[in-house]
DNA sequence: AGCCAGGACAAGT
DNA sequence: ACTTGTCATGGC
């Protein structure tokens, strides 16, 4: 067991389910299971401290993975300068941006091309279950996400994917015959990154944005889904073409987390 | 029933 | 370099 003490602003919902992760589920105690590569793990948060049960005890690990050692609070201070913004954050303070898998998070927004998130979740459900492996933690089957290699060359058709099957199966492979080396994008500029993700096949612009800001914490990426182009003209009146600029120039370095502050509170109507 | 979904790609201007 | 049709599937 392991505990994070005082960790505020935090919120378990707000983070699991703000989009930008699909493997967490919410319990009836209100407390999440979820994977992360092989590590599994049960979270709850109760009077500002994180508890974690896992099969895995590596204390860096998780407070990488949940962002611990940012300090939110900063961050939330800056980005309320504007009163749009101070407003969207009112939503979601509770949102850490987590440090994903960067595999796990291509394939994932590879799936959510064209695509919504119930259905995203249930499609990367169906993966793990098909070509992960069983794990079992506290008297309970759960699977992991499959590796490059569990789906190298595999028939994709079980998991409802649609047309996004060849994608997966296009990444797999650059993956396992060594063409992409995630492990290089670290130590890459944003441009750099960007068009290194662009490689794989079905990652353009949005999916790379995701992937650069979710897994590789480049906090200048500004992805533009549907609902981010639909609250910038609404809330900011700036046209698609203009987000990149207006987003960079209003929230400079802290766009990344602007962008989840937006995302979430343009969601809370639906 | 029909529109839409955390888009990308390729063919056509 | 921009615009448009198409891609599977199913949630709502």
Redesign the pocket.
């Known amino acids: 067991m392991l505990i994070f003490k005082n960790i505020i602003p935090f919120s378990l919902e707000q983070t699991f389910d703000?989009?930008?992760c699909f493997r967490w589920d919410v319990q009836e105690d209100g407390s999440y299971i979820g994977f992360v590569g092989k590590h599994i793990a049960k979270i709850n948060y109760i009077n500002g401290d994180i508890v974690i049960d896992s099969n895995c005890e590596d204390e860096l690990f998780w407070k990488s993975y949940l962002d611990i050692d940012r300090d939110y609070l900063q961050i939330i201070n800056d980005l309320s300068a504007d009163d749009i913004m101070k407003n969207a954050i009112s939503y979601g303070e509770g949102i850490r941006l987590l440090k994903q898998d960067p595999w796990e998070t291509v394939v994932s927004?590879i799936i959510?091309?064209?695509?919504?998130?119930?259905?995203?979740k249930?499609i990367i459900g169906l993966l793990c279950e098909n070509f992960g492996d069983k794990v079992t933690f506290n008297g309970e089957t759960y699977y992991s996400f499959p590796t490059p290699e569990q789906i190298y060359n595999k028939d994709l058709?079980v998991i409802?994917a649609?047309?996004r099957d060849k994608y997966i199966l296009s990444a797999a492979s650059m993956v396992v015959e060594g063409i992409i080396d995630f492990n290089l994008v670290y130590n890459m500029d944003y441009d750099t990154a960007l068009e290194y993700l662009?490689q794989i096949?079905?990652?353009?612009?949005?999916?790379?944005d995701?992937v650069i800001l979710f897994a590789f914490q480049k906090f200048e990426s500004f992805?533009k889904?549907?609902?981010?182009k639909r609250t910038m003209s609404q809330l900011y009146n700036v046209a698609e073409e203009e987000i990149e600029i207006f987003a960079k120039q209003k929230f400079k370095g802290n766009c990344g987390f602007a962008?989840?502050y937006l995302?979430y509170s343009a969601r809370q109507d639906i």
Request: proline residues 6%.
């Open positions: 703000c989009g930008q927004f959510s091309q064209n695509n919504n998130i119930p259905r995203i249930k058709s409802r649609g047309f662009k096949k079905g990652v353009g612009n949005k999916v790379a995701c992805p889904d549907v609902w981010i962008q989840q995302f």
